[in-house]
């Protein structure tokens, strides 16, 4: 039985051989992620000419999804590589570019002491590491370690519940933009994504570069929740960015947050992605844990269109097992799904006569529908209600 839900792969290191990325297209990969965090320019020529030879020879259509780093903020370099930061001791974070120790750390942002106040959060490397704000000192921000450990240079910052002045588009991101453009990516994929007016800034600098590329918007800050319905007006489809969300906001709030999120998008008729930690324990073991089987199945379940492996496929051990396991939940899962698509949620004309397809196509267990569409929306249309049959575009 063909799986449904869509697989994408983030493809590095540890995939980016043409035997691999063969593996993973026969596993079950449906779209290629390239991470622009990382990775230099020649990796990622590379690895988008290998996935387009692979996808010609499996005879399947692999989309390559270009995802930009965004106004990511950083440590600046560390001594000796990294300080161990003792809980109780106070630190001075300033954005001037010095070599930071146990008493001063470089941040790579020049709004460092003007966007943040006394008692806001600072949090190093994913949240491992808890900062926070005591005073304004000069041109920077004395700080209190409230949860310690070793901070490397170049780690991660996040500065939750601060509003930060950041552009949409870093200075790398949009030469990362052109380059992809260039080399025919298919989707774009915006990082930390706050209001509309960031996915419109991104698709003017595409469109301005003589381009039409889709673009998903990652959620992955709260200010993304707010806004979240305009958000998913603007942007052709969304990404649930669990890791950065987790960090951002509580733990425990992700879980109701990715079934918001997901539903809204069913609602609006946009493609949705689950990311993230899904089977995290297979960048090391073989095969994944009942939680990580449980958190993909749920996703599915939920109404997700794809689910994404990050680490799992792009560093891990096993990463064409981790996309096998990942189709075989996704076929589990989708047993469970009721074939005759519900009543609600029923539009215009174009979408009653989808749904009535997609109910005859159920009833009768026809094998495929045809949609005739110049644009793909009727394919789309009638993929939103998620028939088991095969859906043909000509």
């Known amino acids: 039985m063909p799986k449904r839900t869509k697989i994408i792969a983030t493809i ?25 965090s990382h990775g230099e320019r020649k990796d990622h020529i590379t690895r988008i000419r290998l996935i387009r030879q692979a996808s010609i020879s499996a005879g399947k259509p692999i989309a390559i999804i270009q995802d930009l780093q965004g106004p990511k903020l950083r440590v600046g370099n560390m001594q000796n590589d990294g300080v161990a930061l003792k809980r109780g001791a106070i630190v001075t974070l300033t954005a001037k570019k010095v070599v930071g120790t146990s008493s001063l750390i470089s941040i790579t942002y020049s ?60 200075p790398k991101d949009r030469q990362d933009i052109l380059f992809g453009i260039g080399r025919g990516v298919d989707y774009i ?3 930390f994504v706050r209001s509309a007016s960031d996915i419109e800034a991104t698709r003017s600098f595409i469109r301005k570069a003589g381009a039409d590329i889709p673009i998903i918007a990652k959620i992955e ?32 709030q992700v879980p109701l947050l990715q079934k918001l999120i997901i539903r809204a998008c069913n609602d609006a008729e946009k493609p949705v992605i689950t990311a993230t930690q899904m089977l995290e324990s297979m960048i090391e073991n073989p095969q994944p844990t009942r939680a990580e089987a449980s958190d993909v199945a749920n996703a599915i379940l939920d109404g997700t269109d794809c689910v994404m492996l990050s680490g799992e496929t792009a560093v891990g051990k096993h990463p064409v097992q981790a996309i096998s396991v990942m189709a075989r939940i996704a076929v589990q899962a989708e047993t ?12 215009g004309l174009d979408e009653s006569v989808a749904h009535a397809a997609c109910r005859a196509a159920a009833e009768q267990h026809v094998r495929a529908i045809v949609t005739f569409t110049q644009s793909g929306s009727t394919a789309l249309l009638v993929s939103k209600h998620r028939p088991a049959a095969d859906i043909i575009a000509p």
């Open 12 to 36: 590095g290191p540890a995939s980016s051989s043409p035997a691999v990325i063969a593996k993973l297209i026969h596993a079950g990969m449906d779209a290629a992620r390239l991470n622009f």
């Open 111 to 170: 709004r460092l002491a003007k966007d943040l106040r006394p008692g806001d959060t600072v949090l190093f490397d994913d949240g491992r590491l808890e900062l926070r704000v005591l005073r304004r000192s000069g041109s920077g921000l004395q700080c209190k370690v409230i949860r310690g450990g070793t901070l490397k240079s170049h780690k991660g910052v996040n500065l939750p519940g601060a509003n930060l002045t950041l552009p949409s588009l870093s």
């Open 189 to 191: 994929a915006l990082s």
């Open 221 to 252: 800050k709260p200010e993304a929740i707010r806004n979240l319905d305009e958000i998913i007006q603007a942007a052709d489809g969304i990404m649930v960015a669990r890791g950065d969300l987790g960090v951002e906001m509580s733990p425990e």
């Open 336 to 347: 469970s799904l009721d074939p005759i698509p519900p009543d609600k949620h029923i539009g």
